[in-house]
């Protein structure tokens, strides 16, 4: 069996920050980042937090794809800015859906957590473990990002984009999904608490330091490594699936990336000689959402008639880990 997607939805905020406001704020300017990376606006939470996106977009994949949250055996909320720990994200959607046969988990595998739970969902339905599978990714980066390091506060956005998996007769899609925890540098986030000790805590026993270069809170990135391994590792893995798949790359109706910058999309285009109309792109309205932009680009094409069923498509995605991977699949 395989997993099907039968309904896909999103949520954006409503508060736009465009390029302009951008340049007001930190060194940069709207041509700079237009030219660089193809952004010129993003949404950020106000009122909106990764939850409640989340929750939002689960309702619109829901309602698309004509299931009910009672048939939902499984429910993955892809996020690493979720303003919840414990209990995780999934089960705070779980919980305003009324999804209450679903088992619940997040995931975090930064941008690349779409692709790595589309995967994981393909294999819970091929072991006959789920029938039907809701998918979120969700993301507040804007809580995350130094609003004066213009290297990284002009990328990223806020958003949340779901998709609902049913199983179907088939063989899964072919997938490749790669980490490489030794590069992990390039992108890091710290976690808040990990060199503030709890009062009491100081005593004689032997405590953990402050982690080398932990920094306070915000995503640090060296934004040119990133962008090196993107352009190198995201066609090695398509052409990785379409080897494996025995799919002829002429054959792709749509490469279907992760929304992180415009020249990263066309270099991936342009290495695998592909048509490079066939690289949907809507990070000029979004920024990078990290593990929402491909689910929220699905919606938006799925909704928009681009996406038609019989369709041959890859999906690849790609980040902090660092991570890759994709799929080659029949929409
Ligand atoms: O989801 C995965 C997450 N991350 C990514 O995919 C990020 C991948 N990397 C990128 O998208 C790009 O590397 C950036 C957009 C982050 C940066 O673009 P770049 O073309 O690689 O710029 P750079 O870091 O090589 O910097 C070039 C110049 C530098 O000035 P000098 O040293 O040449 O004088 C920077 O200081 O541009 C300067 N610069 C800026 N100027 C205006 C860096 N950021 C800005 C800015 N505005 N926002």
Redesign the pocket.
């Known amino acids: 069996m395989k997993g099907k997607i039968c309904g896909t939805g999103s949520c954006v905020p409503e508060q736009v920050l465009d390029n302009e406001e951008l340049s007001r704020m930190v ?3 709207d041509a ?2 237009r030219e ?2 193809g952004v010129v606006r993003r949404h950020i939470v106000r009122e909106e937090t990764t939850v409640s996106m989340a929750v939002s977009a689960a309702r619109r994949a829901l309602e698309n794809g004509n299931v009910s949250a009672e048939e939902v055996e499984l429910l993955i909320v892809c996020t690493f800015t979720s303003e919840v720990l414990l209990p995780c994200a999934a089960c705070e959607v779980q919980k305003r859906l009324g999804a209450v046969n679903a088992a619940c988990f997040d995931l975090n595998a930064a ?1 690349t957590g779409f692709m790595f739970a589309y995967n994981t969902a393909q294999a819970y339905i091929a072991s006959g473990l789920c029938r039907t599978i809701l998918l979120i990714g969700s993301e507040s980066l804007s809580h995350m990002v130094d609003w004066e390091d ?2 990284t506060c ?2 990223f956005g806020d958003g949340a984009g779901a998709a609902v998996l049913r199983s179907a007769p088939g063989e899964p899609p072919v997938s490749v999904m790669h980490s490489d925890g030794a590069a992990g540098g390039a ?1 890091t986030l710290q976690s808040l608490h990990s060199g503030e000790l709890p009062q009491r805590c100081h005593g004689t026993a032997d405590l953990p330091e402050k982690p080398a270069g932990a920094q306070n809170g915000y995503i640090q ?1 060296n ?2 490594e ?2 090196q391994f ?1 352009v190198k590792k995201v066609p090695e893995a398509i052409q990785e699936v379409l080897t494996l798949g025995g799919t002829e790359c002429g054959q792709i109706d749509y490469f279907i990336l ?1 929304q ?2 415009k020249r ?1 999309v066309e270099s991936v285009a342009k290495r695998l000689h592909a048509d490079a109309g066939k690289f949907p792109l809507n990070l000029q309205e979004y920024g ?1 959402t ?1 593990s929402a932009s491909i689910p929220i680009l699905l919606d938006e094409m799925h909704r928009d008639g681009r996406l038609r069923r019989g369709q041959t498509i890859v999906l690849a995605g ?2 902090a880990g660092l991570s890759w991977g994709a799929s080659v699949l029949e929409w």
Do not use: P
Request: aromatic share 12%.
């Open positions: 060194d940069t300017s700079w980042i660089r990376t941008c213009r290297g002009i990328l992108l990135m934004g040119r990133v962008f993107a992760h992180a910058n990263i990078n990290s790609f980040g």
